[in-house]
């Protein structure tokens, strides 16, 4: 399986980041698939995760801005964050998310896409 | 959110050498800990998951540690291609990572 992100390297403040992540290699019909980012000099923040393709769980400091869904007819992923910040800028990146046990990791990233928000 | 605090911060080592890093919880965390290896400009790579579980593919070299609040992970002969930054991740809640290892040449 392979993932790649891809939308708008630059969004203004207040507007809406809309991030894909194609998947190839395999469905996006299974598996857990989450978002993570990684602002600049900072440690990684996870962002969402989706499964069966409607149950989604967000992270609490981002839950009123977020929204994961699944297009299964493109084998894709995709993420909107909505009303901006600069502090939104960070590399984004997609992953598969398996569970073993009720133990959850990501075995599977794309390359990440570098965001920025700036007017 | 659970806080994770890896230390240390930064090492350095030689090739050959045994490495330690060490990640704690806020909180009792069980089992619910995985490794990644991140290289610069390049995404994450698992490494150990469940704390002690060898990501298939993963060098043997390669060994995790620990559960309730503090976990290890060990690098046991250090080799050209493992300097690199390691992140320690909690998937008990809300999933939060560490701030990262750096592990330089010496």
């Known amino acids: 399986v392979q993932l790649h992100e891809s939308g708008p390297g630059l969004v203004k403040p207040s507007e809406t980041l809309s991030l894909t992540c194609t998947v190839s290699?395999?469905?996006?019909?299974?598996?857990?698939w989450s978002w993570v980012r990684q602002p600049p000099g900072k440690e990684f923040e996870w962002i969402a995760n989706i499964y069966d393709s409607a149950n989604t769980y967000y992270n609490p400091s981002l839950k009123s801005r977020v929204t994961m869904s699944v297009d299964t007819s493109k084998n894709q992923f995709s993420l909107k964050l909505s009303s901006v910040t600069a502090a939104d800028t960070a590399v984004y990146f997609c992953?598969?998310?398996?569970?073993?046990?009720?133990?959850?990791?990501?075995?599977?990233w794309g390359k990440g896409t570098t965001v920025i928000v700036s007017s | 959110d659970i806080q994770m605090t890896q230390s240390p911060s930064s090492l350095s080592a030689s090739i050959g050498d045994r490495v330690t890093i060490t990640c704690r919880a806020s909180?009792?965390?069980?089992?619910?800990l995985n490794w990644y290896q991140q290289k610069p400009g390049k995404a994450p790579k698992l490494l150990i998951y469940a704390a002690s579980s060898l990501q298939s593919g993963v060098p043997s070299r390669f060994s995790g540690s620990g559960s309730g609040t503090d976990f290890t992970l060990t690098i046991s002969s250090l080799q050209p291609e493992d300097f690199a930054k390691y992140y320690c991740q909690q998937t008990y809640t809300t999933w939060t990572f560490g701030q990262g290892t750096k592990v330089e040449i010496k």
């Open positions: 290699g395999g469905s996006v019909s299974s598996f857990y």
């Open positions: 992953a598969r998310a398996r569970t073993n046990s009720l133990q959850y990791f990501m075995d599977v």
């Open positions: 909180q009792s965390i069980s089992s619910f």
